[in-house]
């Protein structure tokens, strides 16, 4: 299935959620819990040596130098170098008659942590995230003991780094696949699959397969698509595949195609949200005209003489959903609107005047704010065309100037009013985007951003 919608990640990107992510691993990582050691170790001329490490405490872990890269068939690998743990615990040692204790210090260098993040989708479409082959190498460990038998401990110190150099490359993997489950996972499924836009629709960008990396960026396919919350029927149409262009500059790019657009109009045609009606009461104080039949009889002679000084509503509609096409040009449709006209009795009932058919090439200016899709509308000429009239025939024409005002000045603010609250992009939480870009492509519009974390 091709998607709707598609986000990429670019390298940048991928560096500074791995710079975020960087620093919650080393926060986990010294609060590492680690065992207590106890063992024996045979010395020449002394015997049998019985010790125990306890309350051991890891001050801190550093990770300075890391990198994260997209490995294609894979998802993503991290890798970590030169970093070095520092920490303190007690100690106690038996030999012969012979018992002492201290305190020790233990540092740990040139610690190599390398791990792959399998990403996937689940069955609701929601992101997920998991390790794979995590190895870690430690090439560096010093034990200094602080007691009286100096002398003593160099014939065991050997054995203890060896055994904290294997629970500490253990320890450390076992926490990498800790911190992605709890805080990575847990995190990257903030991202909403489905978001609620208003009292009627809905948009859906569950995953359509898991991500796919190549050597420069991370890409996913969602569906993105507008859904009516009482009616959701199968759009009729299927999106076609995205050229996506080989942009790097920005963080993230996002692919909006003519298909994620083409059914938010289809979306709303189904909630019957492409209905407005216009009376007297909605027309602005500004427009020097009342909505009745006084104002018509100039062009409809007889609609006077049948229903003389009575007021009107205007009923306009969309026979079907409005279609879209973006090129590089820019956004233009041209939708096709039913105006039913009516006038309204004396005993509030309405009976029906004439049905026109209008047609309007419509341009569209597209922006993001606020992690928003937001845009406005203008228009051009309208045609007119009679199809159907229980007032007799009449020459249309003569409505072209009372019909752009009613367009212009009463049913596009409408319109812009809504577009201008604008759709939400797909992003997690705290995610703040900066340096917006707007660019149009054949089928669908690319926008690229960079991005901002926001700490909780």
Not at 67 to 84: D, E, K, Y
Not at 198 to 221: C, E, H, M
């Amino acid at each position: 299935t091709n998607p709707g919608f598609v986000v990429r990640i670019t390298q940048a990107g991928l560096d500074y959620a791995h710079q975020q992510g960087i620093t919650i691993l080393e926060k986990e990582l010294a609060q590492l819990k680690l065992p207590d050691i106890l063992g024996d170790v045979r010395v020449m001329r002394v015997g049998k040596v019985h010790y125990k490490l306890s309350r051991l405490r890891l001050r801190n872990f550093h990770l300075p130098y890391s990198r994260i890269s997209p490995v294609p068939n894979v998802g993503l690998q991290v890798s970590i170098s030169n970093a070095f743990a520092e920490l303190d615990g007690d100690w106690r040692v038996k030999v012969l008659f012979i018992r002492d204790h201290g305190s020790f210090d233990l540092k740990v260098e040139n610690i190599y942590i390398k791990t792959n993040l399998r990403l996937g989708s689940d069955a609701s479409g929601k992101p997920t995230v998991s390790t794979s082959d995590c190895s870690t190498r430690i090439s560096k460990v010093r034990v200094l003991f602080s007691g009286k038998l100096g002398w003593l401990y160099n014939f065991f110190h050997g054995a203890i780094e060896s055994r904290f150099r294997k629970i500490l490359e253990s320890k450390v993997c076992d926490s990498v696949a800790e911190s992605v489950h709890n805080d990575l996972q847990t995190y990257i499924r903030t991202l909403p699959v489905t978001a609620k836009i208003d009292a009627r629709t809905g948009i859906d960008y569950s995953f359509v397969a898991p991500p796919s990396a190549t050597v420069q960026s991370l890409d996913a396919g969602l569906k993105g698509e507008f859904y009516s919350l009482e009616n959701h029927s199968t759009v009729p149409f299927s999106p076609l595949p995205l050229s996506f262009p080989s942009d790097h500059d920005n963080m993230v790019y996002f692919g909006a195609s003519s298909y994620f657009f083409n059914t938010a109009g289809f979306a709303y045609h189904t909630a019957g949200a492409l209905v407005f009606e216009i009376t007297d009461a909605v027309i602005p104080k500004d427009v020097d005209f009342h909505l009745n039949t006084s104002i018509f009889s100039a062009f409809i002679p007889q609609l006077e003489q049948m229903y003389p000084n009575m007021p009107m509503k205007l009923r306009l509609s969309t026979p079907t959903a409005p279609f879209l096409n973006i090129g590089p040009g820019g956004i233009s449709l041209k939708p096709v609107v039913d105006v039913q006209a009516y006038a309204i009795l004396p005993n509030s009932s309405l009976t029906p005047l004439f049905l026109l058919s209008l047609v309007r090439n419509v341009s569209a200016v597209i922006d993001v704010r606020s992690g928003h899709i937001v845009g406005s509308l203008d228009v051009g000429r309208i045609k007119l065309s009679l199809k159907d009239s229980a007032v007799g025939t009449f020459q249309v024409r003569m409505l072209q100037s009372i019909m752009n005002i009613f367009a212009s000045d009463i049913l596009l603010p409408r319109l812009n009013a809504r577009l201008d609250k604008g759709f939400p992009l797909p992003l997690p939480d705290r995610i703040q985007l900066s340096n917006t870009l707007v660019r149009f492509h054949q089928n669908f519009l690319l926008l690229g951003a960079d991005v901002h974390f926001q700490p909780q």
